[in-house]
Nanobody, 115 residues
Framework: QVQLVESGGGLVQVGGSLRLTCSAS????????MRWYRQAPGKQRELVAT???????EYADSVKGRFTISRDNAKNTVTLQMNSLKPEDTAVYYC?????????WGQGTQVTVSS
């Protein structure tokens, strides 16, 4: 099993920045893909960013140019740097690791952007 814990969420004004961190533990041998999702109240969970082995990244159009996903394999962490935040970014952000048959999720961290 893999355990994921997110941290770094909070309240920020429009245009501000936050840095989210996901820490993985447990059976974390050879994790490849790591992702960030978010879910706003009353909406479906959406994929925000993906990072693959070797550092290849993918972003949702809504965050491209503002968010950056990165990873530190030695520390078993994945980070989401969020800049130029908008009220539409308000959501619970989740770390996700798909591997084999499993889909592992963290507990989520709240990001609130006030205008």
């Amino acid at each position: 099993q893999v355990q994921l814990v997110e941290s770094g969420g909070g309240l920020v004004q429009v245009g501000g920045s936050l840095r989210l961190t996901c820490s993985a533990s447990g059976n974390i041998f050879s994790i490849n893909v790591m992702r960030w999702y978010r879910q706003a109240p009353g909406k479906q969970r959406e994929l925000v960013a993906t990072i693959r082995g070797g550092g290849v990244t993918e972003y949702a159009d809504s965050v491209k140019g503002r968010f950056t996903i990165s990873r530190d394999n030695a520390k078993n962490t994945v980070t989401l740097q969020m800049n130029s935040l908008k009220p539409e970014d308000t959501a619970v952000y989740y770390c996700n690791v798909p591997r084999g048959f499993a889909m592992y999720w963290g507990q989520g961290t709240q990001v609130t952007v006030s205008s």
